[in-house]
């Protein structure tokens, strides 16, 4: 007998596969999805394997194969059996990641009446197991999780429990509709021939089928077959209509797959090739020899992958770099997938890959609607595309014949899933499909991550670098960048939050009809709403943070939760009306320009006017229009885009994240300025960027102000070497979630103990165990947090054997401690 090793859609959440028996009647392999019994449950799994022997001394059978083909390759299925050891999260969510949009789906429990029910046992009900039965008897059918909300009854389980036992209700079991299928529609076309067409005509009219007569020459003048949605709109002819048509044999009504394609609604003009720099060619001979060799030659098995680090200032044409390599990719009979940190980027990625590939371009984020993400994903499956564009969760797409991943702004920590489980980093995970793949992996940045750079100087990555930007013979290269000291600002008398050179700067950009980019990376108008009498700090119900004042809905809101209040007029602790609205945010930024230049037309981009599918692409397309002078954004507007009438960047206070309790603080805050002054200058109009700050000293701003990486990492890596933080160990973050303070603490105390418990018995000395400590954001959606970090060489080592208590969350690798 064979069985099968199948990862369960259940707990518990740590890497195992469950065995079940293979009944005669189904024939899995390994990646097939199945539905198994678990425990009383019928869940979805995948098959990781087959074996011949089983550890277990009885098994059940699998119910159900739910595909003809198996849903993931054999690579697909090493790469979520690293991901769940990696990041300890079980094979199930792993493979997950690639499995097709809308594919999970439940169990439901269903209640019905019975039929037959004696009157005695009636009598014996109780009024609240009376109103139950009555409802059930009145929709006929009522799934157990809609019953349970519609009595609002604590007790409504234990109520279903006793009607079963009575034998007055019985339960049944449907898996849920699909979310998401294939989208048809009704098309309507000639079933004759032309001149057969026009002779039916006559006889229509003479019958007075008007409504028929109308739809038949509307096929006619058109020449091609129409959606039937669209053909009864032009004639106002109904559906029995085009049935009668169909009767007579004139038409046919044929159901059509309709592709939900994101790109629709865009067009690409095609375009040439530039010429390359004397450093682009420097380092597209090096891509171009190592794909040569690894794609058209097979590589040892499990080899390392061949792994470019891309480190050319912001302008300096990796792009084109990305393009040439992936033309060649093509030329080798092989497929791409490119990743972009943040979906804001992916519309003039899309187009520089579009307009040279048209038409073999595939897009997958979450932005896009769940039926567009289903067809996209089956069409990658088919092969139809030769590059996949999205971010994080594209690395998972299907894509046959993998041969090139190119990860644009490496350094982004939005590369790493955060919310949920598997907590994966998608740098990583590239590296490991690569392995399994063959593949080349191209990871490009102005300001590498500082693990990555330091692979590179160790070469373990092949370092390229475009030290300078294209075309700097039509413009003057890097911005120059001014550093304005606040403090200074201050006392001399300006308290506006637009520094004296700013403000000059603003109006000689506006004077010259060119743009200017304003950066702080804070939402809302006021950071805090305080009372100058008592000193109230208007406050989240749910979290321990400040609520934020948006002048334009006129309400507090609170950006770890989303709580909102309307804003007080009196203070609720004294009654004073002294209220005052302290701290920048970007909307404050938006007023204070428009109070400062009358007339000037401004855009803001953050996540407060980004909430609709196309938002980020029409305020793109509004500021390159020149609709609007200045743009005025969060960390959207710091990453690689191309705006070439942007003369000026201002950073309106740099300092923001600078003293976080995190040891990726300074690297964060040098990534960002060093990011959002690239946006300047970007044509022969050149450019300038003014960075005001209280902190003009600080080593991350300094090395900013003058596009110097080098010299930051050198610092950097100093401080990380003498920490003994990454890259010199690894880390994990331990997150313990619970209503009560005290509940909480206790809980991450008794664990830290057995962290070191562990620790000990294993003999790890390397190992340190930070904390227990509260979270920098301790309570949150009315939750408390503690957390416990391990600083180790392979924190896995401590946790592999552990079983953690409900509640823990386990972030290996965190990008944040804060």
């Not at 669209?230 to 049935?243: D, L």
């Not at 989303?562 to 007080?568: A, E, S, V």
């Not at 930024?589 to 000037?600: N, S, T």
Request: include cysteine; glycine fraction near 6%.
């Amino acid at each position: 007998m064979s069985y099968a090793e199948v990862a369960v859609n259940a707990p518990p959440a740590h890497p195992r596969t469950f065995t079940y028996s293979i009944p005669p009647s189904i024939a899995p392999r390994p990646g097939h999805a199945v539905w198994v019994p678990f425990g009383p449950r019928l869940v979805q799994g995948i098959v990781f394997a087959l074996v011949d022997e089983t550890p277990v001394v009885e098994t059940r059978d699998i119910a159900q194969v739910l595909s003809s083909e198996p849903l993931l390759q054999p690579h697909q299925l090493e790469l979520a059996r690293w991901i769940a050891e990696h990041y300890l999260s079980s094979y199930f969510d792993a493979a997950s990641l690639m499995l097709p949009p809308g594919f999970e789906r439940k169990v439901e429990t269903y209640l019905h009446p019975s039929e037959q029910v004696d009157e005695e046992t009636l009598q014996s009900l109780k009024p609240d197991q009376r109103r139950l039965l009555a409802l059930l008897e009145k929709r006929g059918k009522v799934s157990q999780a809609e019953l349970t909300r519609a009595l609002k009854h604590r007790r409504a389980d234990t109520l279903v429990a006793q009607l079963i036992r009575k034998g007055v209700v019985f339960k049944t079991q449907e898996i849920e509709r699909p979310r998401v299928r294939p989208r048809f529609e009704t098309y309507i076309e000639l079933a004759v021939g032309v001149e057969e067409a026009k002779a039916s005509l006559s006889e229509l009219d003479k019958r007075r089928a008007h409504g028929q007569a109308r739809l038949l020459r509307l096929l006619l003048s058109e020449g091609r077959r129409l959606p039937l949605r669209e053909a009864r709109q032009k004639t106002g002819a109904s559906a029995p209509v085009a049935q009668a048509l169909q009767r007579h044999g004139l038409v046919s009504l044929v159901q059509t797959q309709v592709l939900r394609d994101p790109l629709a609604h865009r067009t690409f003009s095609p375009t040439t090739t530039p010429i390359l720099t004397e450093a682009q060619q420097h380092a597209w001979a090096e891509i171009e020899q190592q794909m040569a060799r690894s794609l058209a030659e097979q590589r040892a098995p499990n080899g390392p992958p061949a792994v470019f680090l891309l480190h050319g200032v912001t302008g300096s044409g990796k792009t084109e770099l990305y393009l040439r390599a992936l033309q060649r990719a093509i030329e080798l009979r092989k497929r791409a997938i490119v990743l972009v940190p943040e979906i804001a980027l992916t519309p003039q990625t899309i187009a520089r890959f579009a307009e040279r590939f048209p038409g073999r371009v595939a897009v997958l984020h979450s932005r896009l609607s769940l039926g567009e993400q289903y067809d996209q994903w089956h069409l990658i499956r088919e092969g139809n595309y030769d590059v996949v564009i999205g971010s994080r969760g594209a690395l998972f797409a299907p894509q046959p014949d993998l041969g090139l991943i190119v990860m644009d702004e490496e350094h982004e920590w939005t590369y790493k899933q955060h919310d949920q489980s598997p907590r994966y980093h998608a740098r990583e995970a590239a590296l490991k499909l690569a392995q399994l793949t063959d593949s080349i992996v191209i990871l490009g940045s102005a300001t590498p991550d500082i693990e990555s750079y330091h692979r590179a100087q160790r070469s373990e990555y092949r370092l390229l670098s475009l030290p300078q930007r294209v075309g700097q013979g039509r413009s003057p290269g890097m911005p120059h960048v001014e550093i304005v000291d606040l403090r200074r600002e201050l006392r001399e008398g300006n308290r506006s939050i637009l520094s004296r050179s700013l403000s000059g700067a603003i109006s000689t950009v506006l004077g010259a009809r060119e743009q200017a980019i304003l950066f702080l990376n804070r939402r809302g108008t006021a950071t805090f709403v305080q009372c100058r009498d008592c000193g109230f700090v208007a406050r989240c119900r749910r979290c321990d943070a400040s609520l934020t004042y948006h002048a334009y809905e006129r309400n507090l809101v609170c950006h770890q939760c989303g709580y909102r209040q309307p804003t007080p007029e009196l203070c609720p602790n004294c009654l004073s009306k002294r209220i005052r609205f302290l701290g920048v945010g970007t909307q404050k930024v938006e007023e204070e320009v428009i109070k400062a230049f009358p007339g000037v037309r401004t855009l803001r981009w953050d996540r407060d006017v980004t909430k609709g599918k196309y938002a980020h692409e029409r305020i793109l397309t509004r500021f390159l229009s020149h609709e609007a002078d200045v743009l005025i954004g969060t960390q959207m507007i710091a990453k690689g885009l191309d705006m070439p009438l942007v003369t000026l960047v201002g950073v309106i206070n740099a300092d923001i994240g600078l003293y976080l309790p995190d040891f990726r603080a300074s690297e964060r805050t040098f990534q960002i300025l060093a990011q959002v002054a690239g946006r300047a200058g970007r044509s022969e109009l050149g450019g300038r960027v003014i960075v005001q700050t209280y902190s003009p000293e600080h080593y991350a701003v300094v090395a900013a102000s003058r596009h110097d990486y080098p010299t930051f990492y050198e610092q950097e890596i100093a401080f990380r070497r003498q920490q003994g933080d990454p890259p010199f160990r690894r880390l994990a973050r331990l997150l313990y979630v619970h209503t009560n303070n005290t509940a909480c603490q206790r809980e991450a105390e008794k664990i830290y103990q057995l962290l070191v418990n562990e620790r000990d018995a294993k003999g790890l000395p390397s190992t340190d165990l930070l904390g227990p400590s509260p979270a920098f954001a301790q309570r949150v959606r009315g939750r408390y947090r503690w957390q416990i970090v391990i600083r180790s060489p392979d924190p896995t080592q401590l946790l592999s054997d552990l079983t953690l208590p409900q509640g823990w969350i386990v972030d290996i690798d965190p990008v944040s401690l804060a």
